[in-house]
């Protein structure tokens, strides 16, 4: 390879490093979203779990309004506030690294790889589905339900999860669905499949990769599990 390549070459590199460094290095709320597996409120108007909403796959959208409460307002209320924290355990090493570099460049190092948001945290207020209710369907939603979730290109997700913010009452922040879409008795081979709550998710190639290559997971012996948030 001549001379000229490499030095091409070495400068892609660089672009690609000075343009990607901040999101490889910091949680933001797209990790905080993939590892707890929650979809952006956004999406949906005024879900509450139990409520069936339709994912139309081909053009990567949901209904805006559900298509019924599958299971009632069966439903209740954390008693306290649910933290949620991401941290970025390379991010988090970076800083350390340059923190302790007793070098000349030590300030234009800190300067350009310190990042103070290599923690990712928020406190919600949570309401969820009853256990004992899932099995519970509503005659009167459960066809609607099972006619849109047989619709070529829909799926049907249920509610299990409403995050609330704690500040703004009423506001939805985020919603986590039952990772499986409804699936009827008489669903031919293969149905239900092509579509997972990870791709409900939209969150990016790298997010993605952040959390396989273990460089941002779940802070604190508290937390919930990404299944059990």
């Known amino acids: 390879m001549s001379r000229n ?12 490093f000075a343009v990607s460094r901040k999101s490889v290095l910091d949680a933001d ?11 952006d409120a956004a999406h949906v108007n005024e879900p509450k779990p139990g409520d069936a909403f339709a994912y139309h796959g ?10 019924c409460s599958l299971y009632g307002e069966q439903f209740v209320s954390h008693p306290n506030a649910v933290n949620l924290t991401v941290f970025n355990y390379l991010g988090e ?3 350390w690294a340059i923190g302790r570099s007793e070098t000349v460049s030590q300030q ?5 790889f310190h990042f103070d948001e290599h923690i990712y945290s928020i406190s919600l207020n949570k309401i969820f589905r009853q256990t004992a209710a899932r ?21 049907v997700f249920i509610v299990e999860t409403v995050y609330l913010d704690r500040d703004v009452s ?19 081979a293969h149905c239900g499949e092509g579509v997972s709550l990870e791709t409900l998710l939209d969150v990016g190639w790298l997010t993605k990769q952040k959390k396989n290559w273990n460089i941002v997971q779940v802070f604190g012996a508290n937390q919930p599990s990404g299944e059990d948030a």
């Not at 009423?170 to 031919?188: H, M, Q, S, W």
Request: charged share 20%; net charge negative.
């Open 170 to 188: 009423g506001l939805e922040r985020y919603v986590k669905f039952n990772p499986r879409p409804i699936v009827t008795a008489d669903c031919a």
């Open 135 to 155: 099995e519970n369907m509503r005659e009167s939603c459960q066809d609607n339900v099972f006619e849109k979730a047989t619709e070529d290109g829909y799926f």
């Open 93 to 95: 090493s970076v800083n």
């Open 58 to 67: 081909p053009s990567g959208t949901f209904a805006d309004n559900a298509i």
């Open 5 to 16: 390549l490499l030095l091409i070459a070495a400068v892609g590199l660089i672009v690609i």
């Open 29 to 39: 709320q797209l990790d905080l979203r993939y590892h707890f597996k929650l979809v």
């Open 108 to 112: 234009s190092l800190w300067d350009w």
